[in-house]
């Protein structure tokens, strides 16, 4: 079985997985990613109780029980290079043995959820509702950097490339699945649809302030999409990574979101505090 050495597998001086600073028994089976560090207390304060927290960086970590139910929320901060840090440091500290650095014999699999925040591109997807990310269409480039024969919907993404008022300069997109049993599991109550992932929040998601954006109408270029009557809906900046190296590492994903802005009639939350609160009520119910 092969070692992984030291430059690929970094750890701290205690077995720790170097940025997220875990071990493996730190790490329930149902794990929450968030953005924004703030949020993991929004959701831990739900916990009967608190087992284990730690800090490094962005990466802030609480471990607790909810009404019997294991939980870890983790922060991850914005765009998919931060979630390619989380992935790959969440699957190594579960997987791979600290001590020898060789694979465990029986490998974990993670249910890995996403509850953030996000961007409607359709009018019918108010402010305030609550979208679940059918697929993960990334616009970042982050995944062709890994190997895959088998997940990526080649097909969908050579039928989005065809649009006329695609920029061919910029890097090719990739798209994944949610896990089907969770989105079936939360998207009965929720509006669905593909989440196209941006690697960054103004040009890239078509916001002009002095600069102009090299695709012109992007809302528009994204919304007259269709692909199988599957629609793109909402614009965010993690969920493409998430899926994608979550199918490749064998571990089950779902985005949830509240949407906190509408960029077709340009209305913006009034309260977002009370949108995230909706957001983690709407999934601790359904944990």
């Known amino acids: 079985m092969p070692r992984f050495p030291e430059t690929e597998l ?16 730190d790490i329930a089976d149902t794990v929450v990613v968030v953005g924004d560090q703030n949020r993991v207390r929004e959701i831990s304060k739900h916990f009967n109780h608190i087992e284990f927290k730690t800090a490094h960086r962005e990466f802030i970590t609480h471990t607790g029980i909810y009404k019997g139910k294991r939980i870890t929320v983790l922060s991850t901060g914005i765009g998919t290079d931060n979630i390619d840090i989380v992935m790959n440091e969440l699957d190594a500290a579960v997987n791979i043995n600290p001590e020898t650095r060789e694979l465990n014999p029986k490998l974990r699999s993670l249910n890995i959820f996403r509850l953030g925040t996000s961007g409607s591109i359709r009018k019918e997807i108010p402010v305030d509702s609550i979208l679940v990310s059918s697929h993960g269409l990334g616009l970042d480039g982050l995944l062709p950097y890994y190997i895959d024969r088998k997940y990526n919907l080649n097909e969908l993404c050579d039928t989005f490339l065809k649009h006329p008022e695609w920029n061919g300069r910029l890097p090719k997109p990739y798209c994944y ?111």
């Open 10 to 25: 970094i750890l701290t001086p205690d077995k720790r997985v170097y940025h997220l600073n875990l071990k493996a028994e």
């Open 177 to 287: 699945e949610a896990d089907a049993d969770l989105l079936d599991r939360f998207s009965k109550e929720a509006y669905s649809g593909i989440t196209a992932t941006a690697p960054g929040f103004y040009g890239p998601q078509g916001r002009r302030l002095r600069l102009e954006p090299s695709v012109k109408d992007l809302h528009e270029v994204l919304r007259t999409f269709n692909y199988r009557n599957l629609q793109i809906t909402n614009f965010e900046m993690e969920t493409s990574a998430l899926y994608g190296l979550g199918k490749l590492l064998g571990h089950r994903c779902l985005t949830l979101c509240v949407i906190i802005a509408n960029r077709e009639t340009l209305e913006f939350t009034n309260n977002y505090t009370k949108s995230i609160d909706k957001l983690v009520e709407f999934w601790l119910d359904k944990i």
